[in-house]
């Protein structure tokens, strides 16, 4: 089974792809969400031969799926992968396993994700993806509470009538 094409002078058209996955990737969750990163974890890969593809969108859902007979590379610091047609949305994993780190997140911004099964080899992928959101935390803050300003003065000992010591504490 494969992916049929057309020429490598023209863009990629897939006319049919026997090649798909049956069951879709399932159980997803996100934990460990900070400031520039978050995990995203999932329990199931579905049948297809390559695990899952994750993509990951700022601001808004992933409304656009994956052309079967595409292949994208994946890097989990957001944006460093391959972006899905021109969407906004980036490769960030593809395997076997059941979890990423996305990285290279901005604070306090919602992120969309969207996990497929899919074959390797052929690049078929099973839509509609499972998929969810998160919102990265707010970037620490440092705040002064209060501030005491103290002066102290004294003499230096015999002999020294013109000099002073001047101590200002924070």
């Known amino acids: 089974t494969g992916c049929s094409r057309t020429s490598a002078a023209?863009?990629?058209?897939?006319?049919s792809c026997s090649c798909s996955p049956n069951v879709?990737?399932?159980g997803n969750t996100v934990t460990n969400i900070q400031t520039t990163q978050a995990d995203i974890n999932w329990s199931g890969n579905g049948d297809g031969t390559g695990g899952v593809i994750v993509f990951v969108k700022q601001g808004s859902a992933i409304t656009v799926d994956p052309l079967n007979g595409t292949p994208f590379n994946d890097n989990s610091v957001f944006a460093s992968g391959d972006e899905l047609a021109a969407s906004g949305a980036y490769a960030v994993y593809k395997g076997t396993g059941s979890s990423?780190?996305?990285?290279?997140?901005?604070?306090?911004?919602?992120?969309?994700?969207?996990v497929y099964a899919y074959t390797s080899g052929s690049d078929c992928y099973l839509a509609p993806p499972i998929t969810g959101s998160f919102t990265t935390t707010n970037s620490?803050?440092?705040?002064i509470s209060s501030t005491t300003t103290q002066a102290?003065?004294?003499?230096?000992?015999?002999?020294t009538l013109d000099q002073q010591i001047i101590g200002v504490e924070l």
């Open 10 to 15: 023209l863009p990629i058209v897939v006319a």
């Open 24 to 26: 879709q990737a399932s």
């Open 100 to 114: 990423v780190t996305d990285t290279g997140l901005q604070s306090n911004i919602t992120y969309y994700y969207a």
């Open 140 to 143: 620490p803050t440092t705040y």
């Open 152 to 159: 102290v003065t004294s003499d230096v000992g015999p002999g």
